[in-house]
């Protein structure tokens, strides 16, 4: 579980979590005028600390590893298996480093030994062409080496003709043999792949009813969780009446995210937090936004994992949560467009 994301820099709103559903909003001030913006005031940025963090990378002059962020360090507090553990984005930058630097230690051990090599290589072609020029000598004092020569293109000329005759042979018997080897691998694979599909289907259709759950819950229609399998192994697919629709195509991957880490607690398997940007709600009917965020909340509590979304204040369905859900209290985070200081960082760049 996330516990706080926090920086060595004053500006910054330090953001702590809870247990269950976490809210980061950006508020629009009601001084703001049309051209004022809640993009840009640190959603997407929080995020992306956390994901630095977690050893993720980014290139240079980008994302975090910009001009303006020179200085500034990010510590994420985690509790992992009852033990809080703190990782800085100084600590993700020297593990990322250490894996530069043992990769170029090691391709300068390769360059060395293949420099030695050629030096080696260098000197046998010295000695050789000695050799040789030895041989052609005596061979011109007797006036044998134009005749050599001939008999040596000839020879050249024969025997390319031979490999390359001798070479698509090859290559015919080897596609042969290699096609006939692809269909019985093939059929063996997809044989095995079919009988642990049949082996795991009691496992598998607890994923689906989870699927069904959660978008039944937010469209009172099941969707469809859609495992299958044909000749290149496993076919993963969602379905929800009316997928056309962005907001739909949205929710889709809601649902699946949200069945994912219900499943794998329910396993006891990966890790207990769930992030969402605000962009997961973009064309959302506010309907299905509060039913999204109540189902997170129910099933957080009941799987025992910690979801965290980023929202902007005009999306917040307020009028649309059910009676007596308190959505202030899952509010952890607010930032301003009232002025930079009310940003993620307190500045903006």
């Known amino acids: 579980m996330i516990r706080a994301v926090r920086a060595n820099k004053r500006g910054f709103h330090t953001a702590t979590f809870g247990a269950g559903v976490n809210l980061v909003l950006a508020d629009r001030s009601t001084a703001a005028g049309d051209k004022d913006t809640t993009n840009a005031l640190g959603k997407s940025t929080l995020i992306e600390i956390i994901d ?9 002059g980008k994302g975090l590893r910009i001009e303006a962020l020179q200085g500034w360090a990010f510590t994420l507090e985690l509790t992992i298996g009852g033990n809080d553990v703190a990782v800085t984005l100084a600590d993700a930058r020297a593990f990322n480093e250490k894996i530069i630097a043992n990769r170029r230690e090691f391709i300068a051990g390769e360059i060395a030994a293949l420099e030695t090599a050629v030096t080696e290589r260098d000197a046998d072609i010295v000695t050789l062409t000695d050799r040789r020029a030895g041989y052609l000598s005596a061979l011109a004092g007797q006036g044998a080496l134009e005749e050599l020569t001939q008999l040596q293109e000839f ?11 001798t070479n698509r042979i090859t290559q015919l018997r080897q596609m042969t043999t290699k096609a006939d080897t692809i269909k019985v691998e093939t059929v063996e694979l997809k044989r095995a792949t079919t009988l642990d599909y049949e082996e795991r289907r009691a496992l598998w259709s607890q994923a689906l009813s989870l699927f069904s759950e959660f978008s039944e819950n937010l469209y009172k229609a099941a969707g469809r969780l859609v495992i299958d399998i044909d000749d290149t192994g496993y076919k993963f697919d969602v379905e929800i009446a009316g997928s056309p629709s962005e907001g739909i195509r949205k929710m889709k991957i809601f649902c699946y995210d949200l069945m994912l880490i219900s499943f794998a607690r329910q396993r006891g398997l990966g890790i207990d937090f769930l992030i969402h940007d605000s962009t997961i709600f973009d064309g959302v009917d506010p309907r299905q936004r509060a039913h999204a965020l109540e189902l997170a909340a129910a099933m957080a509590l009941k799987y025992g994992f910690q979801y965290i979304c980023t929202l902007n204040t005009d999306m917040v369905p307020v009028s649309d949560f059910s009676a007596g859900f308190d959505f202030e209290s899952l509010v952890r985070l607010r930032l301003t467009d009232t002025d930079p200081t009310g940003s993620l960082l307190g500045f903006r760049y």
């Open 52 to 60: 630095f963090c977690l050893a993720s990378n980014t290139s240079p």
């Open 155 to 165: 020879h050249a000329t024969t025997r390319l003709k031979v490999d390359e005759l």
